[in-house]
């Protein structure tokens, strides 16, 4: 089956400065990699994802990259805000998901 | 309007009781799936059932059993429950066929067994 790496476990940055989260890959079938931000006490919501047919792609300050031939794939969040406070996770399959393990990323204002 | 929820929010009960957890999806998905994070936040997948087909995480307990009334309803049973199974409990949901894959979560459901 498919495993999922995530680093770092934790990640603390200061307001403005950039944020990224790396996750590595077992299964080459796997074709799908979505991030999910999730608040404490709330549901993992998506904030981007990416497919196998793509290498980057961006929505206003959030990028993820994928390479394929290294079976890593990378979030990166420019620009952070205190709200960007959460726990992070990928994930990669197709209809079925296997998630990392989590990054908690805070902010320092 | 909610596109994914579940009831109870919060499940309180004692070790060896029955209890069940309800999902539903409006969202008109093929898909749906039960997930268990761990007081370490590590998600994962217990069951994933798709056009009646039910694919069982194999480190999953035989005393968890999704049943799926109609394809908006998947809930979960548990049997016998033990101090271990203290956890929240996500219901998801997701378009297969024709894709786009994306897994809508609902609220969670916080299980404490004492």
């Known amino acids: 089956g498919e495993n999922v790496e995530q680093h770092p476990s934790t990640l603390s940055v200061q307001e403005g400065d950039s944020a990224v989260i790396k996750c590595t890959y077992s299964?080459?079938?796997?074709?799908?990699f979505p991030w999910y931000k999730q608040e404490l006490g709330k549901r993992p919501q998506l904030i981007i994802d990416?497919?196998?047919?793509?290498g980057e792609k961006k929505d206003q300050r959030i990028a993820v990259t994928l390479n394929k031939t290294a079976k890593h794939f990378s979030l990166h969040i420019t620009e952070t805000q205190p709200e960007d406070s959460a726990v992070y996770f990928c994930a990669a399959g197709g209809w079925q998901l296997t998630f990392g393990s989590g990054t908690q990323l805070t902010v320092l204002p | 309007d909610t596109a994914v929820s579940q009831t109870p929010k919060y499940l309180v009960t004692q070790m060896g009781n029955d209890k069940s957890i309800k999902c539903e999806q409006n969202?008109?998905?093929?898909?749906m799936y039960w997930y268990k994070q761990d007081s370490k936040k590590f998600l994962k997948i217990m069951f994933s059932y798709n056009n009646k087909e039910l694919i069982i995480n194999e480190t999953v307990p035989n005393r968890f059993s999704p049943k799926s009334p109609d394809k908006a309803h998947l809930n979960l049973h548990i049997n016998s429950l033990e101090l271990g199974d203290s956890a929240v409990y996500f219901c998801?949901?997701?378009?297969?066929?024709?894709?786009?894959?994306?897994?809508?979560f609902g609220p969670g459901t916080r299980l404490t067994v004492l």
């Open positions: 299964d080459s079938a796997s074709n799908y």
């Open positions: 990416i497919r196998s047919n793509v």
């Open positions: 998801a949901s997701s378009q297969v066929a024709g894709g786009p894959y994306e897994q809508f």
């Open positions: 969202l008109g998905h093929d898909t």
